[in-house]
């Protein structure tokens, strides 16, 4: 059993471990100051951007690549630009899959600290800026530290979410051998392959995988309630 799984090819998996992990450092980064202004602006421009944000959630995975192909592409002012200056392609390498996965996994990053930043009591978020805090300083010494079940949520929803990508990726990356190759496309091409057995194999890793970090995220959030209880 050992020597078996030690025999797999597990660079499907690091990279797609590599891939999440770098979007949701780079999605946190983006989110918080933008989950903090939805949360707390009325403006008319609110529903909009809520709208843009949760578009990811709704629309096929195949349209969503496709737009971010033809906007990554060397026929793209953008594409062309990093070309010709930098002689960086944003396609059908792993640059272009962090780019398609911020996109794609962005509304469950910014919707569960959003969710968390509304739950903060506005006694609190004022009583901050009387004391003389800034913004900044309230965002991150107060609000924070008091909405920590939201913010994990945010973060291993989103890692969980990048693992089991699949369209988006196929589309801006493709399938190239330790580079664009993650687990979903490695089951993907098993199974057009008709190896079934490494298809179930790699399957049940990613569904193992995938259990462990959502049992883990409502644990924690369940003894968070608990503890508030019995305080």
């Known amino acids: ?37 939805l949360s707390q602006t009325n403006s008319k421009i ?3 951007l809520e709208a843009i944000t949760a578009l990811p959630i709704v629309l096929p995975p195949s349209v969503l690549g496709f737009y971010i192909l033809v ?46 930043f509304e ?14 805090k800034s913004q900044m300083q309230t965002l991150l010494q107060v609000v924070l530290p008091n909405m920590k079940p939201a913010v994990l949520t ?7 979410h990048t693992v089991g990508e699949f369209g988006v990726v196929l589309m801006v990356g493709g399938s190239i051998e330790s580079e664009t190759k993650v687990a979903s496309i490695a089951i993907y091409e098993m199974v057009e392959m008709m190896d079934y057995e490494g298809a179930h194999i790699y399957s049940a890793l990613m569904v193992l995988i995938s259990f462990i970090i959502l049992l883990a995220v409502y644990m924690f959030n369940s003894s968070k309630r608990i503890g508030g209880f019995s305080k």
């Open 71 to 116: 906007s990554l592409s060397h026929n793209s002012p953008l594409g062309s630009f990093f070309e010709n200056i930098f002689g960086i392609s944003l396609v059908f390498n792993f640059t272009s899959l962090v780019i398609a996965s911020c996109f794609y996994s962005l509304p469950f990053m910014v919707q569960p600290l959003q969710g968390g």
């Open 119 to 132: 739950s903060i009591n506005k006694n609190m978020i004022e009583a901050s800026y009387i004391a003389g």
């Open 1 to 37: 059993m050992i020597e078996f799984f030690a025999s797999l090819d597990y660079t499907p998996f690091i990279l797609s471990f590599k891939l999440a992990g770098l979007t949701t450092l780079i999605l946190f980064v983006i989110s918080l100051p933008l989950a903090w202004f």
């Open 46 to 48: 609110k529903p909009f």
């Open 154 to 160: 945010a973060i291993i929803i989103t890692f969980a």
